[in-house]
């Protein structure tokens, strides 16, 4: 079993291997959205600051041991919070435009795939998460981008591309936009912040 910790989900894979077979088979994969603001944010958050430190022990076991421990109890209880089911609805969705923002979705299609209105949609988003869906859309599109420009040599238009931009100029204009830099300049300072001095 392989376990996958997401800001908005734990993702739990199960796998089987027989004997006589070099190969797994008989994947299993099972989602539970987790709590965000509570225990769980902060014993990531440890342990991601904890990888880089040169002493890990015993730290690092009791901070992995709080976190098994937090997900059983999350498994254990699964009303555990009585989340109304707007935010449950509205925690899917940001998952599933995270996991798909470099498809063509829309507002539309979206609201095809969740079963509800596209206007139902548009409110949602303005009541739980107080932006308009196609400017979150477009913020996890552009912090995919940022990474991307930070840690690899990709051309602009397959940035763009892999991003969920079809057009490149539109891309660099929505960039420039909400970044104060184009997509090159933004690349070019975050290589020389990189570069030892």
Request: aromatic share 10%; charged share 25%; hydrophobic share 35%.
């Amino acid at each position: 079993m392989s376990l996958l910790f997401g800001k908005r989900q734990i993702g739990f894979s199960l796998v089987s291997k027989s004997k006589d077979n070099p190969n797994f088979f008989d994947v299993q994969k099972h989602s539970i959205q987790a709590a965000t603001g509570h225990a769980i944010d902060p014993i990531l958050s440890a342990l991601n600051i904890l990888a880089k430190e040169p002493t890990k022990k015993p730290m690092d076991e009791h901070l992995l041991l709080a976190l098994l421990s937090y997900s059983r109890s999350m498994l254990n209880t699964p009303d555990r919070v009585k989340k109304n089911r707007c935010e449950d609805l509205y925690q899917g969705i940001c998952i599933y435009i995270q996991e798909n923002f470099h498809r063509a979705i829309s507002r539309e299609s979206i609201a095809h795939r969740f079963n509800i209105t596209p206007n139902h949609l548009s409110r949602l988003f303005r009541q739980q998460g107080h932006m308009r869906l196609a400017d979150y859309i477009c913020w996890v599109r552009l912090e995919r981008a940022k990474f991307m420009l930070n840690k690899y040599n990709f051309r602009l238009a397959e940035v763009a591309t892999r991003c969920g931009f079809q057009d490149m100029n539109y891309f660099c204009r929505v960039f420039k936009n909400k970044t104060g830099r184009t997509p090159t300049e933004y690349r070019s300072l975050n290589q020389t912040l990189a570069s030892p001095q």
